[in-house]
């Protein structure tokens, strides 16, 4: 059974850090990794998408990377905002039940 | 582009009250549709899923039911609700077809049972 976990639970950090979230899962036949993010009270916003072949993805002050036969994937925030203040969901889409299992998530904080 | 709605938004229902929240798909055809669960201080719990109109496949036993009447339309049920039931429900979508594709969700639906 497909299990995700991540790591820290809970980040509070000062504007303009470098932040590193943490995730991993216990089967890596997996056809994708996601990352969401979640505002309070909201809906799910898709960040990256890492497919199994690929080792990382990018986008704006985001990357994130994947290491398939470790079961990890990292999602590097650079040079953090007070609006990236919010919980950030890892998710992966496994072969074997083709379901997308989630993470408990990392709740950030970044004060000015 | 596709998009996905959700509604109500909000909904404070009686214990032993019927539910009815909707999800509708756009710009697509044949998608899977999925029903979420997010209750106070825990992960996203797959409740339904369905690869086609009238397909419906249960993660979990619970209080709740799914339909999907239409090819892009897909309805969460219960006929009494319980205080458990209380929690933020998400609609989601995907490619249909198994492989490297992404999920979308909808802005969900805050259910209070009082």
């Known amino acids: 059974k497909q299990e995700v976990t991540q790591i820290p639970a809970a980040l509070s950090v000062p504007e303009g850090e470098n932040l590193v979230l943490n995730c991993s899962f216990t089967?890596?036949?997996?056809?994708?990794l996601q990352w969401f993010r979640q505002d309070p009270g909201k809906g799910l916003t898709s960040l990256l998408l890492?497919?199994?072949?690929?080792r990382e993805q990018t986008s704006g002050r985001l990357n994130a990377s994947l290491d398939k036969s470790s079961g990890r994937s990292t999602l590097y925030i650079a040079a953090s905002q007070p609006g990236d203040s919010a919980t950030y969901l890892c998710?992966?889409?496994?072969?074997?039940?083709?379901?997308?299992?989630f993470g408990t998530g990392t709740r950030l904080q970044v004060f000015p | 582009s596709q998009t996905i709605h959700q509604w109500p938004a909000t909904l404070v229902q009686p214990v032993g009250s019927p539910l009815s929240l909707e999800c509708t798909v756009e710009g697509t055809s044949n998608p899977n549709l999925y029903w979420y669960r997010q209750a106070a201080g825990r992960g996203l719990q797959l409740l339904f899923y369905?690869?086609?109109?009238?397909?419906i496949s249960s993660e979990v036993p619970q209080n709740l039911s799914a339909s999907r009447p239409q090819d892009r339309q897909f309805i969460l049920s219960s006929k009494k609700l319980l205080l458990s039931d209380s929690g933020f429900y998400l609609c989601?979508?995907?490619?249909?077809?198994?492989?490297?594709?992404?999920?979308?969700f909808g802005s969900g639906t805050r259910l209070t049972v009082v």
């Open positions: 998710a992966v889409r496994s072969y074997n039940t083709d379901k997308l299992i």
């Open positions: 369905s690869v086609g109109i009238g397909q």
């Open positions: 989601a979508w995907s490619v249909h077809l198994q492989g490297p594709y992404g999920y979308t």
């Open positions: 890492i497919q199994s072949s690929q």
């Open positions: 089967d890596s036949a997996i056809y994708n």
